[in-house]
């Protein structure tokens, strides 16, 4: 088998934030309403740090009112439930996002449950989730990370997945359960696997869509490719790399990239797949929000 088709996510999302941008000056030259995001990030975790600053950084780049909240790491609950209360009730906020995960404190299900649903353009809050649930994924705020993951599938294979099967590994709140509900929407047939599944590489290897959501780098092995898939890796891990010198890191995914792009048809790389794509459907999100609003 050639090797697979690199899936450019980067470009993709570059595409999809041209069209937010020109859709939300149109929004804002018939309205006079400016789509506004809050990004909220308790504590020092640097990934975290890196996550927050580059959404709200595009937040800008796409005209929106772009505010961050940086509390420290110490912050009581009772005060970041009452900055989610000031922004539910803020009209020039149309998305809150609070970056994950929080600190010890703080229950975070608690405070998912805080964000108005209206404004919850991560899609966690419990309405979205029943939403995608019920299938009626028109209404709902989907998780960015899986609505951009789906974009690319379907780029790949076509709207209709009906016949494919789907392994989606890992089922997380974020990822992999709202990613196995977007894939059974689109008629796919669908396994979740995870930690404690039995010979997860004989499952992988019946995949024709095979989604890395586990956080473990270079887990899924080229073998673990059925020839011909399409591989999403979500994976985003930091390792070291001593060939770039000492204490130098470097990205990759859950996926052995190089090996699996020997038998798979397409495969997302890491960095540049999925990722720039999660922020892109934040931006979407945040547009759609606006165009909800009243008044
Ligand atoms: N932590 C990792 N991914 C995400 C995400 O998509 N949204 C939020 N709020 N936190 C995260």
């Not at 299938?135 to 709902?140: E, K, M, R």
């Not at 599938?153 to 359960?177: F, T």
């Not at 495969?267 to 999925?274: A, H, L, N």
Request: contains cysteine; glycine residues 10%; neutral net charge.
């Amino acid at each position: 088998m050639s090797e697979a088709k690199r899936i450019d996510g980067k470009a993709r999302a570059a595409g999809l934030v041209e069209r937010v941008k020109a859709e939300a000056g149109a929004l804002e030259a018939a309205t006079g309403r400016r789509p506004g995001l809050a990004v909220v990030i308790v504590g020092e975790d640097p990934a975290s740090q890196v996550y927050v600053a580059s959404k709200a950084r595009m937040a800008e780049e796409c005209g929106f009112k772009s505010v961050k909240h940086v509390l420290g790491a110490e912050t009581p609950e009772a005060e970041l439930l009452d900055l989610v209360e000031r922004l539910n009730g803020d009209p020039t906020i149309h998305g809150i996002l609070v970056q994950l995960p929080l600190p010890r404190q703080i229950d975070a299900n608690k405070v998912i449950r805080a964000i108005a649903p209206e404004k919850d353009v991560d899609g966690f809050h419990l309405t979205n989730v029943g939403l995608v649930g019920i299938g009626d994924v028109a209404t709902a705020f989907v998780p960015c990370t899986p609505a951009g993951a789906m974009i690319l599938i379907r780029d790949a294979l076509g709207e209709d997945l009906s016949g494919r099967h789907a392994v989606v590994v890992g089922r997380s709140n974020i990822v992999g359960k709202p990613m196995a509900q977007l894939l059974l929407a689109a008629n796919a047939t669908v396994t979740i696997a995870h930690s404690r599944t039995a010979d997860l590489p004989a499952l992988c290897r019946m995949a024709d869509i095979l989604v890395a959501a586990v956080g473990r780098p270079e887990m899924i092995r080229g073998d673990w490719v059925k020839p011909g898939a399409v591989v999403i890796d979500v994976g985003i891990n930091r390792v070291e790399a001593p060939e770039k010198g000492e204490g130098r890191t470097r990205l990759v995914g859950d996926v052995a990239y190089a090996e699996a792009a020997e038998r798979a048809a397409a495969i997302t790389p890491v960095p540049g797949g999925v990722g720039p794509m999660t922020i892109a459907m934040l931006m979407a999100n945040t547009l759609v929000s606006a165009c909800r609003a009243a008044g």
